[in-house]
């Protein structure tokens, strides 16, 4: 489940029917925004779960959310090489993540979390969820609500879509927001949309 190899986006459909799932479940608030963001940023799980409360809530534990977020370097893939080109990437916020964000902020201001503690913490453990938890968590999910050929990469795939979308199809747009150094691996990710349009071109013809 690690392997993000065939791995497809989701619909909106199919993420309201994931949130809606996990809605009911222990630490759902957590699930819920680690889901979401992940979905509306693009970043990779294992540069999600770099991330600490700080990083996304500059004044904690005040819950407003910071406009952007930021992975460091060091938390890459890739950013750990010697003479590599991986620099920190930064994204913003989007603001219907706002209201999210402010309740999980609150609900880890509660439970005694502080500004430098991970922003998605393990609930057995004192550090972060790690890449193995989160996988066997989206297989239960995806498993619960009848959805196949997906992962967690799936969420970054889902962002790859919606940029491709909203920028009218700009693929150079899309490479720059997924922080891609070679177009071709953004055209790996968009290879879902390929194999279908000529067939819908023809039956127009």
Known sequence: MSSHRGK????????????DYLMDRRY??????LFVLQSRTGYRIKEMLSLRICDVFPDFPKPTPGTDITVKRKN????????????????????????????????????????????FPSSTTEK?????????????VAKAVGLKGVGTHSM?????????????HDIMETKAALGHSNVATTQNYLSFELGNKFREALRNE
């Open 8 to 19: 497809r986006p989701l619909t909106s459909e199919e993420i309201a029917k994931c949130v």
């Open 28 to 33: 759902s608030k957590r699930d819920i925004t």
């Open 76 to 119: 890459m893939k890739g950013g750990k090489k010697k003479n590599t080109n991986v620099s920190s990437r930064n994204m913003p916020i989007p603001p219907s993540c706002s209201p999210m964000l402010e309740t999980y902020a609150t609900e880890l201001s509660k439970n005694g979390y502080e500004s430098h503690d991970p922003l």
């Open 128 to 140: 972060a969820l790690t890449v193995n938890a989160c996988s066997r968590k989206f297989r239960l």
């Open 156 to 168: 970054r795939k889902t962002f790859a879509k919606h940029i491709y979308d909203v920028t009218g």
